[in-house]
């Protein structure tokens, strides 16, 4: 329902600004709201997952920057990942050694202390 809503107001009130390599498109209000800033949304072609959004468009939904972000004129820095979604609560997020859900520490028996013991030479 939530959605629905969300499309009318895009329909009747919003501007299309741009749109990113993954599909989202990214509005603006066309209508003034006196001293407060214009209102700015993302619609996203696949899920709604945050995680997905480049960070030249979230400075720009947060009004960090007043320049709409083009795809063109941005540089790829060889130490730069491609974005890739949260996977927390997913077969994929990452668990380390001591977390109670890692299969390895079951498999291995993999302690999370070592005892000090005072005669053990090093």
Excluded: C
Aim: aromatic content about 14%.
């Amino acid at each position: 329902m939530k959605d629905i809503f969300l499309y009318l107001y895009t329909i009747f009130k919003g501007s299309l600004v741009g749109e990113d390599y993954h599909g989202n498109k990214y509005y603006k209000s066309n209508i003034s709201h006196g001293i407060k800033k214009e209102k700015r949304w993302v619609i996203y072609k696949k899920e709604n997952d945050p995680t997905n959004i480049d960070p030249d468009w979230h400075a720009w939904l947060n009004h960090v920057v007043t320049e709409i972000p083009q795809i063109k004129n941005k540089k790829k820095y060889y130490w730069q990942k491609k974005i890739t979604p949260n996977s927390t609560g997913t077969k994929n997020a990452y668990l380390p050694k001591g977390h109670i859900l890692n299969r390895e520490k079951k498999e291995n028996k993999i302690k999370n202390y070592e005892s000090w013991n005072p005669n053990k030479k090093k």
